[in-house]
C-alpha cells in the first residue's frame, strides 16, 4: 500500500478562481521577461552604433534573463500554482541550481555595469585602457564561475543544508522542491552575491553622480549659448550613467526583501518563512528580470530607437539590415528599413579629430559630432 495515498499536502492549494488570476500574471510576468530580453539581444546585435563593451555586460545581462525566463520561471509558476513537484528530486535540485545561478549572474552583471560606468565617468581619457575586451571577458568568467560555485556545487553536494544529505533527496509525501538553507551557505550566499556588490555600487553611483553633477554644471555653462549644437559626449554619458543607477533602484527594490528572508531563513530556520511571504518576496525578484528591457527602452534614447526602428521593420516586413538609422535621429514613419544611413547616402564626409576627444563628421553644411 502507498504510504502517501491519504497524505495532504502540507500547503494549501488556491482555489480555482485565484488560481486563475494569479496564473494570469505570472504569464504575463513570463512572457514580459522573454520579449523584453529577446529585443534587448537583438537591438544590439542588429545595430552598430549600441555594439559597445558597456552594451556587451547588457546582452550578458539580457541572456541570463532571458534563460532564466525560460529555464526557471515556467516551473516557478507551476509549483506557484500547485503546490507540489512532480518531476523528481534530481530534476528539482537541477532546477534549484539553476535558479540560483541565473538570478546570481544576473546580479553580478548588474555589479559589473555599475564598475563599468564608473571607469567611464571617473576616468573618462583612460577609459579605452582600462576597461579592455579582454578585462570585460575576464570579468564575465568571474561572473559565471562564481554563479556556479554557489549554486550547483553546494546543492548537489550539499553543503546548503543542517546534515549532510542533499536537499530533497529523502523521500517524504510533500512532494516538495525547496532550497534548503544553513547558517553557513545563507551567510556566504547572501554576502557574496548581494550584500558586498551592493554596497559597492552604492559607493561608485554616489561618486559617479558627484562628479556627474560637477561636470554637468560645466558642460551646461559652456554650450547653453548654442541651441544648434548636438548634445555633448560627457552629457550623453551622465544620461546613460542615470538610466543605469535607475536600473540599479530597481534591482533593490526587487532583490532586498528576498535576500532579507533568505538570510533569516539561514540563520533562525530554514522553514520559518514559507507560504504566501515567500512568494511574493521571490517573484518580486524575478520580475527584475522583466524590469530591465522596459527601463532601457524608457530611459535610453539609443535603445529606444533601436526598438522603435525593429518594430517598424516587423510591422512593414522589411529586411533586419544591421546598417540601422543614426541614433541621433528616430526613423520617420514613411523610412525604408533597407535605407542604412538614412538620408546619409551620397554624402561626402570628412572625419576631423577636435582636442583628441572625439570625431567630427562634416558634410559642408552639418556637423555632428560623436564620442
Given amino acids: 500500500m502507498d504510504p502517501c495515498f491519504n497524505h495532504t499536502s502540507s500547503q494549501k492549494r488556491m482555489d480555482f478562481p485565484l488560481q486563475l488570476l ?48 525560460l529555464l526557471v520561471l515556467p516551473f516557478s509558476a507551476f ?19 539553476l535558479d540560483v545561478m541565473l538570478c546570481t549572474a544576473s546580479i553580478l552583471n548588474l555589479f559589473m555595469i555599475s564598475l563599468d560606468r564608473y571607469f567611464a565617468v571617473t576616468t573618462p581619457l583612460r577609459y579605452s585602457q582600462v576597461v579592455t575586451r579582454s578585462r570585460v571577458a575576464v570579468g564575465l568568467v568571474v561572473i559565471w564561475t562564481v554563479s556556479l560555485m554557489v549554486s550547483f556545487l553546494p546543492i548537489h553536494l550539499g553543503w546548503n543544508t543542517n546534515g549532510t544529505a542533499v536537499q530533497n533527496t529523502v523521500p517524504n509525501c510533500n ?4 532550497l534548503e538553507v544553513n547558517p553557513v551557505y545563507g551567510l556566504v550566499d547572501a554576502l557574496l552575491t ?59 527594490v526587487c532583490w532586498f526583501p528576498y535576500f532579507t528572508v533568505f538570510t533569516y531563513r539561514g540563520m533562525w530556520g530554514d522553514s520559518s518563512v514559507k507560504g504566501t511571504p515567500m512568494s511574493i518576496v521571490l517573484w518580486l525578484g524575478y520580475a527584475n528580470s522583466a524590469l530591465n528591457p522596459i ?35 528616430a526613423p520617420s514613419r514613411g523610412r525604408s528599413c533597407r535605407r542604412g544611413q538614412g538620408g546619409q547616402e551620397g554624402k561626402s564626409l570628412k572625419l576631423e579629430m577636435r582636442n583628441g576627444k572625439g570625431i567630427l563628421l562634416t558634410d559642408g553644411a552639418h556637423k555632428r559630432a560623436f564620442p
Fill in 194 to 252: 548581494f550584500y558586498i556588490p551592493l554596497v559597492i555600487m552604492c559607493i561608485t553611483y554616489y561618486r559617479i553622480f558627484k562628479i556627474a553633477r560637477e561636470q554637468a554644471k560645466r558642460i551646461n555653462h559652456t554650450w547653453c549659448c548654442s541651441s544648434n549644437t548636438p548634445m555633448p559626449p560627457m552629457v550623453k554619458e551622465h544620461k546613460a550613467t542615470v538610466t543605469l543607477a535607475v536600473v540599479m533602484g530597481a534591482f533593490i
Fill in 22 to 69: 494569479v496564473g494570469s500574471c505570472l504569464a504575463i510576468l513570463i512572457v514580459i521577461t522573454l520579449c523584453g530580453n529577446i529585443i534587448v539581444c537583438l537591438a544590439v546585435t542588429l545595430d552598430r552604433r549600441l555594439r559597445s563593451l558597456t552594451n556587451c555586460i547588457i546582452v550578458s545581462l539580457a541572456i541570463t534573463d532571458l534563460l532564466l525566463g
Fill in 175 to 178: 512532494k516538495e522542491c525547496t
Fill in 295 to 329: 527601463l532601457y527602452g524608457t530611459l535610453n534614447r539609443d535603445f529606444r530607437v533601436a526598438y522603435q526602428h525593429l518594430l517598424h521593420c516587423w510591422r512593414t516586413g522589411g529586411p533586419r539590415s544591421s546598417h540601422l538609422p543614426p541614433l541621433q535621429k
Fill in 79 to 97: 509549483y506557484e500554482l500547485t503546490k507540489e513537484w512532480p518531476f523528481g528530486s534530481i530534476l528539482c535540485n537541477i532546477y534549484t541550481s
